[in-house]
């Protein structure tokens, strides 16, 4: 579960999920992660600092949050921006458990991206295997 403090934020969640593998017990298989709202995503890439200003910047440019009113869905919300952000950024990442831990390319680590922060938001953490 997550309640951020800004209204967009990317969290690096790989530690949590390497928790649940932990305890899962499971050392050959495969493990989902999907975001549980549609205005926050699941993905991998660096854990680089100036790589998530860019991505801050490019989603900007896509999508951005203001003003409001150019966003037909902003009638009662004002999170349209958002929805647009977590369909370029993706819904949920597969990744292969092999000898009990997340078989990662280089630097791949496994993000929580909020759009429209400032509430409880949960993800979903599935693993199966043997
Ligand atoms: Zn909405």
């Not at 928790?19 to 899962?24: D, L």
């Not at 709202?37 to 699941?42: A, D, K």
């Not at 991998?44 to 896509?62: A, C, P, Y």
């Not at 630097?107 to 599935?126: A, M, N, P, S, T």
Request: negative net charge; aromatic residues 10%; proline residues 3%.
């Amino acid at each position: 579960m997550f309640n951020t403090k800004a209204r967009r934020e990317f969290i690096n969640i790989t530690p949590d999920i390497e928790e649940c593998i932990r305890e899962s017990g499971i050392k050959e298989g495969l493990l989902l992660c999907n975001s549980m709202h549609i205005t926050s995503s699941v993905f991998i890439n660096d854990d680089e600092s100036g790589l998530h200003k860019d991505f801050e910047i490019f989603l900007e440019k896509l999508a951005p949050e203001k003003p409001y009113s150019q966003y037909y869905h902003n009638g009662y919300e004002d999170n349209a921006d958002a929805h647009l952000k977590r369909t370029i950024m993706g819904r949920e990442v597969v990744v292969a458990i092999t000898d009990g831990k997340l078989d990662f390319g280089p630097w791949e680590q496994i993000f929580y991206g909020e759009f429209d922060g400032k509430r409880v938001k949960r993800v979903l953490v599935k693993i199966i295997g043997e």
